[in-house]
C-alpha cells in the first residue's frame, strides 16, 4: 500500500502561481511513477503530468506544458507541482497518484495503482 496527501490547493486569480505538493508514504519503493491528475465538475479525470520516480523523465498534457512543472524529492518522497500563469480553466480538484508496476500508457489514469484525496484549485477570471 501506498498513501498519498496532497496540499497547496487554493483560490488564485487567473495568471497567479500556486504549488502542489504529494507525500507519499507506505511502500514508496514500489512507485515507478508519479503524477498528477484533475477533476472539474462534469468532466472526466485527466491527466496533467508524470515523472519518473528513477531518472529524470517527465511528461505533460499539451494544456499545461510551459506553464506547469513537475519536479520530485526523492529523499522526501514528495513530489511537486509548480502551477504558473493558471487560467480559469485549470479550476479543478487535483489529484496525485503513483504507477507501481511497468507497462501500459503514463497518460492513461487506469494504470495508476494508488490516489490522493484531492486538493481543489480555483482560478477566478
Known amino acids: 500500500q501506498v498513501q498519498l496527501v496532497e496540499s497547496g490547493g487554493g483560490l488564485v486569480q487567473a495568471g497567479g502561481s500556486l504549488r502542489l505538493s504529494c507525500a507519499a508514504s507506505g511502500r514508496t519503493l514500489s512507485i515507478v511513477t508519479m503524477g498528477w491528475f484533475r477533476q472539474a465538475p462534469g468532466k472526466e479525470r485527466e491527466f496533467v503530468a508524470t515523472?519518473?520516480?528513477?531518472?529524470?523523465?517527465?511528461y505533460y498534457a499539451d494544456s499545461v506544458k510551459g506553464r506547469f512543472t513537475i519536479s520530485r524529492d526523492n529523499a522526501k518522497n514528495t513530489v511537486y507541482l509548480q502551477m504558473d500563469s493558471l487560467k480559469p480553466e485549470d479550476t479543478a480538484v487535483y489529484y496525485c497518484?503513483?504507477?507501481?508496476?511497468?507497462?501500459?500508457?503514463?497518460?492513461?489514469?487506469?494504470?495508476?495503482?494508488?490516489w490522493g484525496q484531492g486538493t481543489q484549485v480555483t482560478v477566478s477570471s
Open positions: 497518484a503513483t504507477k507501481n508496476s511497468y507497462g501500459g500508457s503514463l497518460y492513461n489514469v487506469r494504470v495508476y495503482n494508488y
Open positions: 515523472i519518473t520516480w528513477s531518472g529524470s523523465g517527465t
